[in-house]
């Protein structure tokens, strides 16, 4: 059973500033290694990389160009009940698990990852292409983000010898709830869940069901210092998270469907 720190922490994080565009095929352990060195920020033990997901997408080179799908019959029909362009509802169904609802301009799905997003996640923003030839361009989420995070992990690993978390985040909507908060796609080395069942409350009650989803509450903090628009900054580092790092994946932060109540 995970216990947090039995002294007050103070949560530090400090945006990556300087990182260049990213395109397909760049090392992104290297540059942030490059970031931190020219911030004079030193990684140590239990510290915290906290990702946009942007910035790994383009590094994998999941960039699609809308020119080149060609509209399936689904993608049609459902184009025509929400408006949206059908080659963009192809990729949509091609990225997703299932359709949960739909209203004009937005479609709910089961991602193929597991959670529950509007339009399988998929940019039009930000997009940019400085180095391709014009087009219509939009970008899939990484196609693995728990091993994206894997191995950007091992990798500075490998060069520091400094055991860190990686964290993979990006803006999702909630039900009942307006506005866009940060959430965790993928993770490794950071606990996704924190099980406080069995410990005392401040009146020696024992929690019985009480899991904080720690990885997310990280993931909403560190989008508020990368900011959700034009802010330029696709990377945070983290120092002071309350508890221990440990292996795990996003599945731990998905309910199962069975579980879920809404669906």
Request: hydrophobic share 45%; charged share 25%.
């Amino acid at each position: 059973m995970m216990q947090p720190s039995s002294t007050a922490n103070q949560l530090c994080i400090t945006p990556l500033l300087g990182i260049p565009y990213v395109k397909a095929g760049d090392d992104l352990a290297w540059i942030l290694l490059q970031a931190l060195e020219n911030m004079e920020i030193t990684l140590e033990d239990g510290h915290i990389l906290v990702l946009a997901q942007k910035i790994v997408s383009k590094a994998e080179g999941r960039y699609v160009d809308l020119a080149t799908v060609t509209p399936s019959k689904d993608a049609r029909e459902l184009a025509a009940k929400t408006g949206k362009d059908p080659r963009l509802v192809t990729l949509i169904l091609q990225e997703s698990n299932l359709v949960i609802r739909t209203r004009e301009e937005l479609i709910i799905v089961e991602h193929r990852l597991g959670f529950i997003c509007a339009n399988a996640g998929i940019d039009q923003s930000n997009v940019g292409l400085a180095d391709r030839d014009s087009g219509e361009w939009v970008l899939l989420l990484p196609e693995n983000p728990d091993e994206s995070a894997r191995v950007i992990r091992e990798k500075i690993k490998n060069e520091t010898g400094v055991r860190i978390g990686v964290q993979i985040i990006d803006s999702h909507g909630r039900a009942w709830r307006m506005g866009v908060v940060g959430v965790t796609i993928g993770l490794s080395g950071t606990p996704g869940l924190v099980n406080m069942r069995g410990h005392p409350d401040l009146f020696g009650y024992k929690l019985r069901v009480t899991e904080i989803g720690a990885a997310d509450e990280l993931a909403a903090a560190a989008s508020l210092v990368m900011g959700q628009a034009a802010e330029g900054v696709p990377a945070v580092h983290v120092s002071g998270f309350p508890y221990p790092l440990r292996e795990a994946a996003l599945s731990e932060l998905l309910r199962p469907r069975e579980l879920d109540l809404f669906r």
